[in-house]
């Protein structure tokens, strides 16, 4: 009798242990579209971020031109600049912004602004959680794609449900695609390769088998 009631333990363990496999199963199998091939960043343009080195030339007035930092609050300190937000603009609208503020000191400044450290503002940088070697976050280049993001994060861990990856799409109000990461760099299939967009976010999940 003993032995009778510790086979139905036994089963009833084992019933419930084909459910929990069943639900894990079940919740790794993701229902997203697939991520398209290439995505249109033609009319990508660079915009500064906090972190981003700033170079200021201006022109007939050496003076004035400086290399400053963008601080964390997005704004800039420059000779006869005292704050000029400059987060969230392209090199060409801080240029114009810096020659206003110039002209009260200064007839006709021809002001010219270069970048360098490559932050960028945080939407436009492309994040990835989950079960990379290192998960991080990158400043998006344009044309950049999926194997270009696994190059920089060192790949999958061990424990990487790649196949189940997606990617959630920012740009597109969060729209989350599909994309099979171990096809691409554990077997080489480059037809699983895709672009990314600036503000893209890449789940990696953790398989349980």
């Known amino acids: 009798m003993k032995t009778f009631s510790s ?39 660079y915009v500064i971020g906090a972190g981003d080195s700033i170079n200021i030339t201006v022109w007939r007035n050496p003076e004035l031109s400086a290399s400053v930092p963008v601080r964390p609050d997005g704004r800039i300190s420059a000779p006869l600049v005292e704050e000029l937000f400059a987060q969230g603009k392209t090199s060409i609208e801080l240029a114009r912004d810096i020659e206003k503020v110039l002209a009260k000191y200064v007839r006709d400044p021809v002001v010219t602004v270069g970048i360098s450290g490559f932050v960028g503002p945080y939407s436009e940088q492309i994040r990835v959680v989950g079960e990379a070697a290192k998960p991080q976050v990158l400043s998006y280049k344009q044309e950049m794609s999926l194997l270009d993001v696994m190059i920089a994060v ?17 740009s597109e109000g969060g729209k989350q695609y599909s994309v099979r990461i171990k096809d691409l ?25």
């Open 7 to 45: 086979l139905i333990v036994w089963a009833t363990r084992c019933s419930a242990l084909g459910a929990i496999v069943s639900l894990l199963a079940a919740c790794s199998i993701t229902n997203y579209p697939p991520a398209p091939a290439s995505a249109s960043t033609e009319d990508y343009r």
């Open 185 to 209: 760099i554990k077997r080489g299939d480059v037809s699983a390769n895709v672009q990314m967009k600036p503000g893209d976010i890449l789940i990696i999940p953790q398989s349980f088998f």
């Open 154 to 170: 060192g790949g999958l861990t061990d424990f990487a449900a790649g196949n189940d990856a997606t990617i959630l799409r920012s």
